[in-house]
């Protein structure tokens, strides 16, 4: 946890020195990458948000439950925030999927019902491809505002999954691929 603390306060060192590149120039229009970035983004959270609904009708696991409400917040937020960055750039948004209507776990049949590591493990993957669409947004924006916003967003997003990772260790959910073990590598 001390690390992810480490970086969360290299994010915002990183983010406060950007803020001083910000020129009192106009703003030019978006480029097609900016616009293709933020329209790309919005498409994973919305995406997000309705998977995480399913997750949140799924589990009965009260930390997963939990970790699914924080994840849910935070993509509503930077949904809300990214939309409307985008609608004042004039950029069209996505079109997405409608909420999940809210049900009860036991309703859902087996079969159907996604087990909670199948849940984790979902969050976890759309967490690191929203991660690296922010470091992509971040890295080739040329206005500095919609590298901000971006570096923030991964800020948020590495927060979040620091916790999610515990939980998934605490768990056992965390799939971890075959240990690399070179030939010839003395054993201890």
């Known amino acids: 946890m001390k690390a992810v603390v480490i970086l969360t306060n290299l994010f915002e060192a990183a983010i406060d020195v950007m803020k001083t590149l910000v020129d009192d120039q106009p703003k ?13 983004y919005l498409t994973m959270l919305e995406e997000e948000k309705a998977n995480v609904q399913i997750g949140l009708n799924t589990t009965t696991d009260n930390d997963l ?7 849910l917040d935070l993509a509503t937020a930077q949904a809300t925030e990214l939309r409307n960055f985008m609608l004042r750039e004039g950029v069209t948004l996505p079109p ?3 909420i999940k209507p809210t049900s009860e776990s036991q309703s859902v049949p087996m079969g159907v019902k996604l087990t909670d590591d199948e849940i984790a ?6 967490l690191v491809s929203n991660y690296m669409t ?11 505002d919609v590298g901000l916003m971006f570096a923030k967003f991964q800020g948020e997003k590495l927060k979040f999954g620091a916790s999610l990772k515990t939980l998934m260790r ?3 959910w965390i799939k971890i691929p075959p240990y690399y073990v070179p030939n010839g590598l003395p054993t201890p």
């Open 96 to 98: 997405v999927s409608e």
């Open 121 to 126: 493990n979902a969050l976890s993957i759309k």
């Open 134 to 144: 922010c470091a992509t947004g971040a890295m080739q924006s040329v206005r500095n």
């Open 65 to 71: 439950l939990d970790a699914l409400s924080a994840s």
């Open 28 to 40: 030019p229009p978006l480029h097609i990458g900016e616009a293709m970035t933020c329209w790309t």
């Open 170 to 172: 605490k768990r056992g």
